[in-house]
């Protein structure tokens, strides 16, 4: 069984910063890519940024030059840095592990999510 662990949420004044990480724990063979996707209340959950295995990131334009995705493949996990956070970044932060394969069925790939971590902006 995989988890998902998520830490780093919080109240900030816009402007602020924060750092999100996710540490995934199981019997895990590889994790195709991790990321981060957000739900704001009435919203969609949107993509905000991933990262593979080997480094490749993704960003949404909306989060472009503010925040900063990295990844320790050695913990199985993943960061998010956001800086400049602005009001309308306010969302359940949720943290994904894409096509992850175990020890024991490594031809099997699964998608993983966490509980979730509130980021409120608001001064």
């Known amino acids: 069984q995989v988890q998902l662990v998520e830490s780093g949420g919080g109240l900030v004044q816009p402007g602020g910063s924060l750092r999100l990480s996710c540490a995934a724990s199981?019997?895990?063979?590889?994790?195709?890519?991790m990321g981060w996707y957000r739900q704001a209340p009435g919203k969609q959950r949107e993509l905000v940024a991933n990262?593979?295995?080997?480094?490749?990131?993704n960003y949404a334009d909306s989060v472009k030059g503010r925040f900063t995705i990295s990844r320790d493949n050695a913990k199985n996990t993943v960061y998010l840095q956001m800086n400049n956070l602005k009001p309308e970044d306010t969302a359940v932060y949720y943290c994904?592990?894409?096509?992850?394969?175990?020890?024991?069925?490594?031809?099997?790939?699964?998608?993983?999510w966490g509980q979730g971590t509130q980021v409120t902006i608001s001064s």
């Open positions: 199981g019997s895990i063979f590889r994790i195709y890519a």
């Open positions: 994904n592990a894409d096509r992850v394969t175990t020890v024991r069925n490594p031809g099997l790939a699964y998608d993983y």
């Open positions: 990262i593979t295995s080997g480094g490749s990131t």
